[in-house]
């Protein structure tokens, strides 16, 4: 115990490689649920296997990284209205409150066969059920020269939130007043519909405020705004009137220094290159060889979220083949979760699942660091066609971007932040 | 239960017999769908119902009183209480689910 909590805090590399041999050590025997990354999906099931079953089922998380970093409201860092330390939150609420092993480690494999993982560090721990929940891998080598412009810092996705939001806003800090930054954004499904449209309405913000002659230009390699279309052109056109260019059906195909290439169009030049690749289900869920749909997404079976590849693996948040009208977003990720870990308890207690689970969306973008636009959904299980479906009536948009509704997206960021780690 | 059973390791024998024992694993299924129906408006209103941020009107709902939370869901539900979002949200419910979840949340501390 002394020596987990000893490398748990240590943090310097040194020492961990000191004491790398022994890290299995930290892994308690009787872990029987073990949940492979600590997001907004991974850390809400962790925590709702533990309250679900009344703290009786053991439950090890494993995340690499020191705290958990939010990408909702992490455009506002790029905005200039937030620090990323804000969007920090640590394990221990998980720890502590609900007795749940945090082993800051990357699981380098799974053994569906033996029901183990193996950590990067050495060990392997045995699990009765497996939640993984890897969020999005970004794939830079679907644009020839992204991979390099990316790994030199050049060229960055900032998609996870994290060292690249500061990054890139850093990149914006330098521009000159009359620069031009260009944000691509991939075909549909990709992680967060809405959240490009959100990072050029608030990299306009902070140009109309620092630097009023430079200019923001979106190419989409969709045909129109994935989400809440009219709602963001309106915010662009009114409140950053001739900041902010659309571009839509423009594929991007290769970059050559700070210039982008595409499928058809004419070649474009630009200061800051902001660049989304196609993105896919995590590493992890790839080489265990649960992506079988288009090799990208996980599919799963929506009662249970349980892989339709591997018995006992359950599959959630951005990684998997989502249903109809379903979005990859946090609070998605937090809904699969829950429905997930009901199922776990469910099965650990040799019940039958839920057979009308439930799954809420609500999304909110700010076009302003004051003003938001929110969608919402509910969807429910249809038990004839195995998927979910959005209830006929239900959900919808804003009618206007409002200030009420600001407050209420920060509301939710601490609430949903708190019901996964708190 | 069959795979668990199966297998011989020591760790799944200490499962079984705390499976068993009964415990909270006891709960019977109608208790935990209504607990996960609960779940899904802890993302905004705190887990459980104790919400952490009520300053932006994201209300805390546990302990409050059944009836007064079946009406005033049935309200937004019919649109007859004005909101931004809950009016969305409450059509995707049964005014059966809203009911079973009004009761969860009266029911916590
Ligand atoms: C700019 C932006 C804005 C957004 N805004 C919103 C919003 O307003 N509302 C909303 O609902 N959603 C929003 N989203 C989407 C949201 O961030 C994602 O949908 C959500 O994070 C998905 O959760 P997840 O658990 O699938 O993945 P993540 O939250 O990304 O978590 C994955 C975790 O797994 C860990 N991991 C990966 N592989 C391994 C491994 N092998 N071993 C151990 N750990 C591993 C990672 O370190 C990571 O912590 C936004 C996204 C972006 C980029």
């Known amino acids: 115990m002394q020596r987990r909590a000893l490398i748990q805090g240590a943090g310097a590399t040194g020492l961990l490689a000191l004491l790398g041999g022994c890290a299995t050590s930290r892994v308690p025997e009787s872990a029987k649920v073990v949940v492979v990354g600590g997001g907004y999906g991974g850390a809400t099931a962790a925590k709702y296997v533990r309250l679900l079953s009344d703290h009786k089922i053991d439950v090890v998380l494993i995340e690499p990284n020191d705290s958990f970093i939010s990408c909702p409201l992490s455009n506002l860092v790029l905005e200039g209205a937030r620090d990323l330390s804000s969007l920090a939150t640590s394990y221990d609420g998980l720890r502590r409150q609900h007795g749940i092993t945090v082993v800051k480690d990357y699981v380098s494999a799974v053994d569906p066969a033996k029901k183990t993982v193996t950590l990067a560090r050495g060990g392997s721990i045995r699990y009765d059920k497996l939640v993984l929940s890897p969020g999005v891998e970004l794939q830079l080598d679907t644009v020839p020269g992204l991979s390099e412009a990316h790994a030199e810092g050049r060229v960055l996705q900032a998609w996870k939130a994290g060292p690249e939001t500061v990054a890139l806003r850093k990149q914006l800090e330098a521009l000159p007043d009359g620069g031009v930054y260009a944000l691509t954004v991939p075909e549909a499904p990709y992680r967060c519909p809405p959240g490009p449209y959100e990072r050029v309405a608030l990299v306009a913000s902070y140009f109309k405020k620092a630097k009023p002659k430079s200019k923001v230009v979106l190419f989409d390699a969709n045909p129109d705004v994935t989400s809440k279309g009219a709602l963001f052109k309106k915010a662009w056109s009114e409140l950053y009137p001739g900041l902010i260019e659309y571009r839509p059906q423009h594929k991007v195909v290769g970059i050559e220094g700070n210039t982008l290439k595409f499928e058809v169009q004419e070649n474009f030049k630009a200061d800051v290159l902001n660049v989304l690749p196609q993105q896919r289900a995590g590493q992890i869920a790839v080489q265990t060889g649960l992506a079988n749909s288009n090799k990208r997404w996980v599919g799963v079976d929506y009662l249970t979220f349980q892989s339709t590849a591997a018995k006992d693996i359950h599959v959630i948040g951005d990684a998997i083949q989502l249903a109809a009208g379903m979005p990859k977003s946090g609070h998605m990720a937090n809904s699969h979760a829950k429905v997930a870990a009901a199922a776990i308890v469910s099965e650990l207690s040799g019940l039958a699942p839920n057979p009308k689970p439930l799954l809420t969306n609500t999304c909110y973008s700010f076009v302003a660091p004051d003003l938001v636009v929110h969608v919402a959904s509910v969807h429910e299980y249809v038990e004839a066609e195995k998927t979910f479906k959005t209830v006929a009536g239900s959900g919808g948009l804003s009618s206007e971007r409002n200030a009420l509704e600001a407050q209420y997206a920060l509301g939710w960021a601490k609430n949903i932040w708190a019901d996964a780690l708190g | ?109």
């Open chain 2, 1 to 109: 239960m069959k795979t668990l059973l199966a297998r011989s390791t020591l760790a799944a024998a200490a499962l079984v017999a705390s499976l068993a024992a009964g415990g909270a694993l006891a709960q019977d299924a109608a208790a935990l769908q209504v607990r996960s129906w609960a779940a899904t408006c802890a993302n905004c209103h705190g887990t459980e119902g104790r919400s952490s941020s009520t300053d932006a009107g994201l209300a805390k709902l546990a302990g409050l009183d059944k009836a007064y939370l079946v009406e005033q869901l049935t309200a937004f539900r019919e649109g007859k209480r004005p909101a931004t979002i809950m009016h969305q949200l409450t059509k995707g419910y049964t005014p059966a689910q809203l009911d079973a979840i009004a009761g969860y949340f009266a029911s916590q501390k």
